[in-house]
């Protein structure tokens, strides 16, 4: 999937960190919600999956193009992408608050809606850390504060689980790829090493400078890693299908998980969207690190 992924890379690499910021210094510009919104515009697929999470999917008036998930989604207006929302469109819907990640590719059209008048919500999108900040942050605009924090407490026990179980274990050398022509995978610093640390694995470009490194293969056959995590060939728009993918990497049985049959297939929405699932996609990826 290699167009959303590319874009969901770019959104992260333009994600800034929130800490415990509190909602109100989250806002683009001076307009604020003094009720409850009740026409939600998502441009974000993570915070659309969010608030359906903290039972306010049904404020949500627009989408993006990306959204797929949960499947009501699928029926709701489109409003562009995360990049190129459409000014038009997402008027045309007369929301009262637009919900977005930091994202400097639309910032003027942001900052346009918010002198039009409308409340802009900035979330953070980067690190585990930040996905709490935003549930938290939505579950207090839209008075679910106590589901908010106990979908957040659930969620901390399950990544206290994955940590608890792979402990002491082994780190198999892991390289996980987003992209391919040319091969595009997490550097360190970049959400998914934070994710291969917490599953018990060692980034094989953990001491790369650069979040999302192009890797020639050259380079693949002499980092050797013991694991491939493919996540490039989910949804809909990839640059090849899985079966093709399998076929190039065969060629490369120089590659230690390549000769061990340690190569894995990934769906890329549970990386590319820091949101409630990125803990099914954290065990799902200790279970392939941690077969036993």
């Known amino acids: 999937m290699i167009r959303v992924a590319v874009t969901w890379l770019t959104v992260l690499l333009l994600s800034a960190t929130a800490g415990a910021q509190p909602a109100s210094e989250l806002y683009l510009g001076k307009p604020r919600p003094t009720t409850v ?42 409003i562009g992408g995360f990049l190129d929302p459409s000014l038009e469109a997402i008027l045309a819907l007369r929301p009262n608050l637009v919900v977005c990640v930091k994202n400097s590719g639309a910032k003027d059209r942001l900052e346009a ?20 900040t935003s549930i938290r942050v939505l579950g207090e605009v ?36 987003y992209g391919h022509r040319p091969v595009v995978a997490a550097g360190s610093d970049s959400f998914g090493d934070a994710m291969l640390s917490l599953a018990g694995g060692e980034n094989v470009l953990k001491k790369t400078k650069i979040r999302y490194p192009m890797v020639p293969m ?26 093709e993918l399998e076929k ?15 190569l894995h297939f990934f769906d890329s929405a549970l990386w590319f969207r820091p949101g409630p699932r990125i803990v099914d996609g954290l065990e799902k990826l200790a279970e392939i690190l941690h077969p036993e």
Request: hydrophobic fraction near 40%; proline fraction near 7%; charged fraction near 25%.
């Open 218 to 243: 050259e380079q693949v056959i002499h980092l050797k890693p013991q694991v491939i995590i493919d996540a490039s060939a989910s949804g809909t728009g990839a640059e090849m299908t899985q079966s």
């Open 113 to 132: 809606l918010a002198r039009m008048g409308v409340p802009i919500l900035v979330l953070p999108a980067y690190r585990m850390k930040d996905i709490y």
């Open 248 to 262: 190039t990497w065969k060629t490369w049985k120089i590659v230690p998980a390549i000769k061990t049959g340690r």
């Open 37 to 78: 919104p009740q026409r939600v515009v998502s441009l974000a697929p993570n915070l659309t999956e969010i608030l359906f999470a903290i039972e306010a999917g049904d404020k949500i008036v627009g989408v993006t193009r990306y959204d797929d998930f949960p499947e009501e989604v699928k029926k709701l207006p489109k």
């Open 142 to 177: 839209f008075h679910k504060t106590d589901v908010a924090q106990s979908l957040i407490q659930t969620m901390k026990t399950r990544v206290k689980r994955v940590e608890q179980k792979v402990k002491g274990l082994p780190k198999p050398a892991v390289l996980l790829v």
